[in-house]
Each structure stands twice: as C-alpha cells, then as structure tokens.
C-alpha cells in the first residue's frame, strides 16, 4: 500500500510557475508510475500528466505540454510536477495517484490517462492562477 501527500500548491498570477510535489509513504514507491490530475469546481478530474516507474517514460495532457514537466526520485520517494507560464484555466485541485499497471502494456500510454487505472490517491492541493 502507498500513501500519497501534495504539496506546493497556492495563489499565483498568470504567467508564473509553481512546483507540485507527491511525497509518497509505504512499500516499493518504485514498482508504481505515478500521475497527476486536477479537478476545477463542476468539472471532472482529468489528467495532467504522468510517469513511469523509472521515470524513462512521461506523458502529457495537450494542453499543459510543453509548460509542465513530471519527474520522480525514487530515492526520496517523491514525484515533482513543475508548472510554468501558468494560465487562469489551470486552476484546480491537483491530485497524485499511483497505478500498479503492468510495465509491459503496450496500451500503458492510454491507461495511464484514465483515473480507473490507478490505485492510490493523495487528498490533493489547491492552485489558483489569478489574471
């Protein structure tokens, strides 16, 4: 079982970066990827991006491409999602999950973007992008 927290979450104007962290307790942090998602009020919670267990493979929603980037230290047990040039649409809560899927799927690129395939979950942490 691993246990999830969040952090770097807050209040910050458009255009400028925060850095999510998911500090990961419990056994073999390694053997799971890792993904984050986020949830605006009224809306469902989509995927942002996510990473391998060895952090050789990451994958991106299109629309934070190119402005995010997902790492992992497996020796600290912690998952990084550094966001910049942020934007008011960002706003949300931003939750890490941990899946157990099978490295050798060769659908894993898919699955890892469907929040039915991750096991474990943190209680998430607020970004607000102002204007």
């Known amino acids: 079982q691993v246990q999830l927290v969040e952090s770097g979450g807050g209040l910050v104007q458009a255009g400028g970066s925060l850095r999510l962290s998911c500090a990961a307790s419990?056994?073999?942090?390694?053997?799971?990827?890792i993904g984050w998602f986020r949830q605006a009020p009224g809306k469902e919670r989509e995927f942002v991006a996510a990473?391998?267990?060895?952090?050789?493979?990451?994958y991106y929603e299109d629309s934070v491409k190119g402005r995010s980037t997902i790492s992992r230290d497996n020796a600290e047990d912690t998952v990084y999602l550094q966001m910049n040039s942020l934007k008011p649409e960002d706003t949300a809560a931003y939750y890490c999950?941990?899946?157990?899927?099978?490295?050798?799927?060769?659908?894993?690129?898919?699955?890892?973007?469907?929040?039915?395939?991750?096991?474990?979950w943190g209680q998430g942490t607020q970004v607000t992008v102002s204007s």
């Open positions: 419990g056994r073999n942090f390694g053997s799971y990827h």
């Open positions: 999950a941990a899946s157990g899927l099978s490295p050798s799927n060769s659908a894993i690129a898919a699955m890892l973007r469907d929040i039915l395939e991750y096991d474990y």
């Open positions: 990473i391998s267990q060895s952090g050789g493979s990451t």
